[in-house]
């Protein structure tokens, strides 16, 4: 269990988080991730850099965002208080803005010119289009074929933004191939290129960096239930993918000792099928993309094709400091199938007007589950990571509509 | 001494430059490799090295790639590797071997195991792409114990002091990955090779073996005076990839290739 005499403190100098994390990276990137260390580590100290962060979330993002009590919805349940953390209502339309915000303004004192990134859902995509364009800044953003014909507004998106979108075709054609097709652009143009990765996944210090600049979402969100319920909360539940936004929730409780946090990945058509994204709740610890973590992949150490109706959940391995909180046990991590995250899609949009994405629907899903369970006098904050209006066309197709 | 060590204090000796090409283990097939390893050696192969296939092969160009996907779909794995590399052994105990792949495998496997079975399969080296010395030390220590070199790699943006950690901690040799870029990539400036070697062996007497875009034997010759070998990959496996339906063809064009790399190189002035 977490030692609650001591502040929670990772990950350690070397980038890791128990065994997990680290830099398993090719050595042309190696001088890449020291600079970009050594940025991170000057100006996440530099009152000028955290100023001009702190005005953009304000000013451009739209932060801070509401935490809405979903009472209806809690009602309905019949269990605990449901607190909806607002990160739709960010600027682009979810969590990945304030990542994107943070590692551009990292890029700019860097004088790097040229921006990457990759892309599963196109959220990601969009918001680092979205700052590009803001700075004028070249744009270049790899994205997985199939990725690209389930998510075609969000790559018009990008392109009316200014970017390049690049379709991958190798392996699974999703957002791991997306991921390694960036890091060889990275290899190759690493002297005047910044990669943003869009998770909490990659070599250090993106881990904890992407979850300092995430971490927003949960100083807000522990703050407003404070001041609008009087309380901490009991539980916190949050959709993962790498995991960033449930890391920029989790991470500001984590000393919280009874502030139970549950991380919820997709199981996709069902875990016994074999075609699912649950990397902690059904794979085992492995190399990929820069860290140590949970991984789906078969007996030799080949990565598996993963599945789930959101793109953004889409992907074999899991942030590196979630598959620590699973082993020590301050997270709980769960899983709910395609058809669990498309109840809790519905039950958010009949009884309270919001549509959320499907990822985040997948945290729904759970809080479906979770919240009966629990006493009336009991809160619940969910992490509503992102709006559903870029899902039109996969719920539409879905239930057999033609739009 | 390790059997690379060996091999390359003899080479010091005599001038001998180094020719180390590069296939991937299964690609077209698994019956193919090991006769085109013996073929190799015919051909003027010093060292062999023998890529492991991987579903994720990030510092790889798409000819590599390619080729990882035709094994994998002939269920090529790391244990599958070794045993090539096992059955070449049985007929060859001079020639090193060195595998070149990513962590994962090795991960999944287990260090120790992994240690355990290359050592008995006549490994001589293991480059893991994805394993600087950073995350490195636990997997070296248990190859060293088996008598195999983790081989480290340097690239153009390598800095001085990077250079001197991997004469620290290197053995076998050094891979300096010539160009900042994937494998295959086009654009080998020989120059810049030249003075960047120059840096290296400022500052290590360990080997130094020198890849990435050395496609025909004028670069192979040109590059090999820098250093004390070179790789070639990609050019080889185009020639797997450009005959398919014939790998009797890709063999011989494979060795003609190599055997024009190594009179060139054999021909400095």
Same mark, same amino acid.
Request: charged content about 20%; hydrophobic content about 40%.
């Given at each position: ?176 191939? +997306? ?11 690493? *002297? =005047? ?10 070599? +250090? ?34 959709? /993962? ?27 996709? *058509? ?55 909180? =699973?082993?020590?046990?301050?997270a709980e991590y769960v899983s709910v199938t395609d058809d669990e995250a498309l109840e809790g899609f519905h039950a958010l949009t009949k009884l309270e007007g ?24 009991? /809160? ?8 559903? *209006? ?14 | ?30 019956e193919f490799t090991v006769p085109m390893m013996h073929a190799m050696v015919e051909a003027g192969a010093d060292i062999i090295e023998l890529g492991v296939p ?20 002939? !269920? ?56 600087? %010395? ?21 690239? %153009? ?22 160009? !900042? ?13 030249? !003075? ?54 890709? !063999? ?18």
């Amino acid at each position: 269990m977490t030692d609650t005499t001591n502040p929670y403190n990772m990950p350690d100098d070397r980038g890791h988080f128990g065994p997990y994390g680290g830099i398993f990276i090719a050595e042309t990137l190696i001088p890449a991730v020291e600079e970009l260390q050594a940025a991170y580590d000057q100006y996440m100290t530099d009152p000028e850099f955290i100023a001009e962060l702190d005005k953009d979330f304000q000013h451009y993002v739209g932060r801070p965002s509401p935490l809405y009590h979903a009472e209806r919805w809690s009602k309905e349940l019949g269990g605990a208080q449901i607190y909806l953390k607002r990160e739709d209502l960010n600027h682009t339309g979810a969590h990945k803005i304030n990542n994107t915000i943070g590692q551009i303004l990292l890029a700019k004192r860097m004088g790097k010119k040229r921006i990457i990134a990759e892309t599963g859902a196109g959220q990601h995509g969009v918001a680092t289009a979205t700052v590009c364009a803001r700075l004028g800044l070249e744009c270049v953003v790899y994205m997985g074929a199939v990725d690209i014909a389930r998510q075609a507004l969000n790559v018009y998106r990008m392109q009316l933004l200014g970017a390049k979108v690049v379709p991958v075709t190798s392996g699974s054609k999703t957002l791991k191939d +997306a991921l390694n097709e960036a890091i060889r652009d990275w290899v190759t143009n690493v *002297d =005047n290129t910044f990669y943003i990765i869009g998770t909490v996944a990659g070599p +250090a210090p993106y881990p904890a960096m992407v979850r300092d600049f995430q971490t927003i979402i949960g100083r807000e969100a522990r703050e407003q239930c404070l001041t609008q319920a009087g309380k901490l909360p009991n539980a916190l539940v949050a959709c /993962i993918g790498g995991g960033s936004n449930a890391i920029g929730l989790f991470h500001p409780f984590i000393d919280d000792a009874d502030v139970k946090m549950f991380g919820v990945e997709a199981a996709g *058509d069902g875990i016994e099928t074999g075609r699912h994204s649950a990397a902690i709740c059904a794979g085992r610890p492995g190399v990929l993309h820069g860290n140590r973590t949970y991984l789906i992949e078969d007996d030799d150490g080949e990565i598996i094709e993963t599945h789930s109706i959101s793109a953004g959940l889409d992907y074999p391995g899991v942030g590196p400091e979630h598959a620590w909180l =699973n082993d020590i046990g301050r997270a709980e991590y769960v899983s709910v199938t395609d058809d669990e995250a498309l109840e809790g899609f519905h039950a958010l949009t009949k009884l309270e007007g919001i549509i959320p994405a499907l990822e985040s629907s997948h945290a729904m899903a759970y809080t479906l589950k979770l919240a009966p369970t629990m006493k009336n006098d009991e /809160i619940i904050i969910v992490n509503l990571s992102g709006r559903g *209006d870029k899902d039109m066309h996969t719920m539409a197709e879905r239930e057999g509509i033609k739009i | 001494m390790s059997r690379l060590e060996t091999v390359f204090a003899d080479f010091k000796k005599s001038g001998h430059k180094a020719l180390i090409p590069f296939i991937t283990a299964g690609d077209p097939n698994p019956e193919f490799t090991v006769p085109m390893m013996h073929a190799m050696v015919e051909a003027g192969a010093d060292i062999i090295e023998l890529g492991v296939p991987f579903s994720d092969p990030m510092a790889d160009g798409p000819v590599i790639q390619r080729a990882s996907e035709r094994a994998l779909a002939h !269920k090529m794995s790391l244990r599958r590797t070794l045993k090539i590399a096992a059955e070449f052994r049985l007929t060859n105990q001079s020639t090193p071997v060195v595998l070149m792949g990513y962590a994962n495998p090795v991960e999944a496997m287990g260090y120790k195991v992994f240690a355990e079975a290359a050592g008995k399969a006549g490994v001589d080296g293991v480059l893991t792409v994805d394993l600087p %010395p950073e995350e490195a030390s636990e997997c070296a220590e248990l190859l060293n114990a088996h008598g195999i070199d983790q081989i480290f790699l340097l690239a %153009p943006n390598s800095t001085e002091s990077r250079i001197k950690k991997m004469d620290a901690v290197g053995s076998g040799f050094l891979y300096y990955v010539s160009v !900042k870029g994937i494998t295959g990539a086009g654009h080998l400036d020989t120059a810049d090779v030249e !003075k960047k070697l120059q840096l290296i062996r400022a500052n290590t007497n360990i080997p130094v073996a020198i890849g990435f875009g050395i496609k025909e034997a004028e670069t192979a010759k040109t590059i090999s005076a820098f250093g004390d070998a070179v790789v070639v990959g990609s050019a080889l496996i185009s020639k797997i990839e450009a005959n398919l339906d014939n790998p009797e063809v890709a !063999k011989q064009e494979i060795v003609d290739l190599l055997q024009s790399m190594r009179t060139a190189m054999d021909n400095q002035v």
